[in-house]
């Protein structure tokens, strides 16, 4: 399989905590992206960086990416209650995304 | 309108039968993509279209068609579905890739869950 790994596989934390994710992938990579998804629904794009890349902020998203070590993070700071979702990783060759298994994240009141 | 339309939503059949999901965009896209989701294997590439000539296997095609019928328009056939075809299925479309960047818009998904 090219799918590569996320860890954890779920996250449950406090609401105004920071949560971290993180991604693995397997190939040479032209950029990796993070979606998210809310329960049963279509995935949404949040961010994108490019394999030149070290580290891309969106509003409360932080992004890194390590080449060398073929792994990404993204970091949710002053987390809410609506960012409870699951989130995917998804790493770009040359056309196609390959995506991971997804971290499931749970905000707590 | 949703940018990305799939029907049915969801789908209830027995072994055997054949099933077609449709997908239809209003985003102007030429690329188009079905994916399978299963609870932890995330999602995994079927096929894919770059553009209405154009049709490619993805990870997991065995016991799939498709066709693009047009630019916006790309529809997954199961010939004779099979109970471990129940899953989540999501049509998605990306643009003309500009610097080497592929971004998928998705559609809602359809629940396919085979007897």
């Known amino acids: 399989s090219q799918q590569g790994e996320e860890d954890p596989q779920a996250l449950s934390i406090q609401e105004g905590e920071n949560a971290t994710m993180n991604c693995s992938y397997k190939t040479s990579i032209n950029n990796l992206q993070w979606y998210r998804q809310n329960s049963g629904r279509g995935l949404v794009h949040l961010i994108l960086i490019r394999s030149n890349e070290r580290e891309k902020h969106s509003g409360r998203l932080r992004v890194t990416l390590d080449t060398s070590k073929k792994s990404s993070s993204l970091l949710i700071t002053a987390s809410r209650a609506a960012d409870t979702a699951s989130y995917f990783c998804?790493?770009?060759?040359?056309?196609?995304?390959?995506f991971g298994q997804g971290t499931r994240l749970t905000i707590n009141p | 309108d949703a940018d990305v339309t799939q029907t049915p939503r969801n789908r209830i059949t027995k072994t055997g039968k054949r099933i077609m999901l449709e997908c239809s965009q209003t985003k102007g896209h030429d690329r188009m993509y079905w994916y399978r989701q299963d609870p932890g294997l995330g999602l995994r590439l079927i096929y894919y279209?770059?553009?209405?000539?154009?049709?490619n296997k993805g990870e997991i095609s065995d016991g799939y068609s498709v066709s693009r019928q047009a630019q916006a328009k790309f529809s997954l056939s199961l010939e004779s579905a099979i109970p471990n075809q129940t899953a989540l299925y999501f049509c998605?479309?990306?643009?003309?890739?500009?610097?080497?960047?592929?971004?998928?818009?998705f559609g809602a998904g359809s629940r396919l869950t085979v007897l």
């Open positions: 998605a479309t990306s643009g003309t890739v500009t610097s080497g960047a592929n971004v998928l818009t």
């Open positions: 998804a790493d770009q060759g040359a056309q196609k995304l390959v």
């Open positions: 279209s770059f553009d209405v000539k154009d049709i």
